[in-house]
């Protein structure tokens, strides 16, 4: 396991940051762990010298705020499934992903921050926000940017995802997904959203990321299955994920 050289607790947002935009150090965020301790255990992350531990800052609560939910960066995964009404979105789509994104052990640990930061091609729960229309929250210390998870690209080291919002609306919804075996992280996946005036199918596998459903795709080649295989089976499980949702 790589050697950390520094430790930090923030007691605030802006001075995480402060931290972060230390050029003397190279410093890491720490929410959960379930991606960096792993990197750190492997030597994959060579390029960390010390983390910021996020654990003081607040940002683990769940809350409505007028037509929108707030999930805050460092809420894990478990905590949205089991929290009303964030668990319930759109009829319990969020906690029916974050199912596949590990076992119970990980979702207890894994962050929505995280989740976003990672960006995984094969996130069904990343996919799902994307459906949700969800909006990623952003801190530079002084103030905060808003940005559709569509849009969003990973910040430098001199910001800090924050919360994320998820519009409040009356909506069904439909998760199809093609994997080796059922436990398995999905070779290709789709959450479709629909009602209240909105239809949108978010897709896993069909690029380096989950993106809304629409292309054009850049589909991986790999010992999971072809670009050709990925793309002929995003057809499928939009069309169940459409259905399942027009129910």
């Known amino acids: 396991m790589a050697i950390l050289a520094e430790y930090h607790k923030p007691g605030s947002v802006m001075e995480a940051v402060a931290l972060l935009r230390r050029t003397d150090v190279r410093l890491r965020p720490l929410a959960g762990g379930s991606q960096l301790v792993g990197a750190l ?14 654990a003081a ?23 949205v499934g089991n929290h009303p009404p964030a668990g319930e979105v759109a009829g319990g789509i969020l906690r029916r992903t974050a199912h596949y994104e590990g076992p119970v052990n ?14 995984e091609m094969d996130s069904e729960f990343y996919a799902a926000l994307l459906a949700l229309d969800a909006s990623v929250i952003v801190s530079d210390g002084e103030g905060e940017t808003v940005t559709p998870l569509a849009d969003f690209v990973i910040p430098s080291s001199h910001h800090l995802i924050t919360a994320v919002t998820i519009p409040i609306r009356s909506l069904r919804s439909g998760h199809a997904r093609i994997a080796r075996t059922p436990s398995d992280r999905c070779i ?60």
């Open 57 to 79: 800052l607040g940002l683990n609560r769940i809350e409505a705020d007028g037509d929108s939910l707030r999930i805050g960066a460092t809420a894990t995964l478990s905590d």
């Open 106 to 119: 990980l979702r207890n640990a894994a962050t929505v921050g995280g989740v976003v930061a990672g960006a």
């Open 188 to 247: 290709v996946a789709a959450v479709a959203v629909i009602g209240d005036g909105v239809e949108r199918v978010a897709l896993c596998g069909v690029g380096d990321r989950p993106v809304l459903a629409g292309g054009p795709f850049t589909p991986p080649d790999n010992w999971k299955g072809s670009a050709e295989y990925r793309l002929a089976m995003a057809a499928v499980v939009s069309e169940r994920a459409r259905a399942e949702a027009a129910q």
């Open 41 to 54: 255990e492997t030597r994959a992350a060579a390029d960390v010298d010390g983390v910021v531990d996020l």
